[in-house]
Structures are given as C-alpha cells and as structure tokens.
T-cell receptor
Framework: EDQVTQSPEALRLQEGESSSLNCSYTVSGLRGLFWYRQDPGKGPEFLFTLYSAGEEKEKERLKATLTKKESFLHITAPKPEDSATYLCAATMTTDSWGKLQFGAGTQVVVTP | DADVTQTPRNRITKTGKRIMLECSQTKGHDRMYWYRQDPGLGLRLIYYSFDVKDINKGEISDGYSVSRQAQAKFSLSLESAIPNQTALYFC??????????????FGEGSRLTVL
C-alpha cells in the first residue's frame, strides 16, 4: 500500500537550534516528492519538489533532500517565523500531477 | 485578493442537510482539486477536474459530489451531511499538463462542522 509517513509529529526548537524532519514513503514508483508549509488557519504553501534520489533544494533556512526511501527537511538556525506545520506529499508515477498523497505533518514551534 | 477563494470559510450544519462549498480561482489554471484535512490523517483527495468536462473521483469520494461550472469555479457538495464529514476542506489548483511541476495552489480552507 502506498504510504507517506512523517516524523516526529511535533518538534519544539529554540531559536538557532538546527534540526531535521523526516518523511518516509513507500510507493510503487515516485514521480515527485513535495514539501509544503501550513500556517494556522491557512492553506498549505508550496516549498519544494524533488524528483529523484540525491536531489537537494534550498530556500533560506530550509533544505530538502531525497533518497530512495525518505526525504528530509533540514531547518538551519531556525527563527520563530519558521514555526508552522510542514507537510510532505508524494505523487506516484501511475498518477497525474496534482494527485498527492500527504503525510500527517510535523508541527514545528520555534521559541525565542 | 486571494488567487483561490473558498466560501464559506466556516459552516456549522446539522446531520442530513445539503451543503455546498464553493471555490473560485483567478490563476487561469485548468486543473482544480478538493482535498479534505483531518487531524492526524493529513490531506486526502476527494475529487479533481482537469477541465470543465473532465471530473474524476479521488481517494475518498463517497458521500460527496462536485460541479465544475466554469474553468474558474469548482464546487463540492455534501448531499446529506453526516458528523464524520466534519473537517477542513481545501480547494487547490495547478498548471496544465505540460507546465505542471506538481505544485498545488491552495485556498484558505472551509471549516465544516456537522452536528
């Protein structure tokens, strides 16, 4: 069964304390792996797409990496404004773009 | 103004009532989606439409129906609402096929409570 699992469920960080979020996927064939950010009361906002193992993408303090079984979202020297729920999602090769299978998310709180 | 607008933002209704959630977009995208978000379960796809004449069921379509009234409008209906349809509903859009990178553009959500 195709599945996307995120860990941990919640993460509390001090400002400047770097950490990583994990997204493991078991899908028959991966077309794309996505990371989204979701603020309370808002819709998810796109961060990255990764297409193949070994690929890395960066945006400000965030860096996403992909292996054949999992993806990591590294948060370097986080600031309070990085507090959000981070969602991982995957599209299988048998599906069309837009048909995403989401993980449950990791809620990140960064305290000053 | 938001590119993807959902109405209503919040709705409380009773079991058995018919409910319609509406979505309109100004992004000019052909592809539109309805997702449902439940705590601990992530977002799940209900229905999607790649153009006005193309509507497809997603992972959890039972108890829901949709209407694509125009390129810019995609509505989700609950014919007879039940309590386990209490959730946060999101509409999303994406670029058409050849320009599609998989990125979805989400509305701000419609919170539905069924008593």
């Amino acid at each position: 069964e195709d599945q996307v699992t995120q860990s941990p469920e919640a993460l509390r960080l001090q400002e400047g304390e770097s950490s990583s979020l994990n997204c493991s996927y078991t899908v028959s064939g991966l077309r794309g792996l996505f990371w989204y950010r979701q603020d309370p009361g808002k819709g998810p906002e796109f961060l990255f797409t990764l297409y193949s193992a070994g690929e890395e993408k960066e945006k400000e303090r965030l860096k996403a990496t992909l292996t054949k079984k999992e993806s990591f979202l590294h948060i370097t020297a986080p600031k309070p404004e990085d507090s959000a729920t981070y969602l991982c999602a995957a599209t299988m090769t048998t599906d069309s773009w837009g048909k995403l299978q989401f993980g449950a998310g990791t809620q990140v709180v960064v305290t000053p | 103004d938001a590119d993807v607008t959902q109405t209503p933002r919040n709705r409380i209704t009773k079991t058995g009532k018919r409910i319609m959630l509406e979505c309109s977009q100004t992004k000019g995208h052909d592809r539109m989606y309805w997702y449902r978000q439940d705590p601990g379960l992530g977002l799940r796809l209900i229905y999607y439409s790649f153009d006005v004449k193309d509507i497809n069921k997603g992972e959890i379509s039972d108890g829901y129906s949709v209407s694509r009234q125009a390129q810019a409008k995609f509505s989700l209906s609950l014919e007879s609402a039940i309590p386990n349809q209490t959730a946060l509903y999101f509409c999303a859009t994406s670029e058409p096929g050849q320009r599609n990178t998989g990125e979805l553009f989400f509305g701000e959500g419609s919170r539905l409570t069924v008593l």
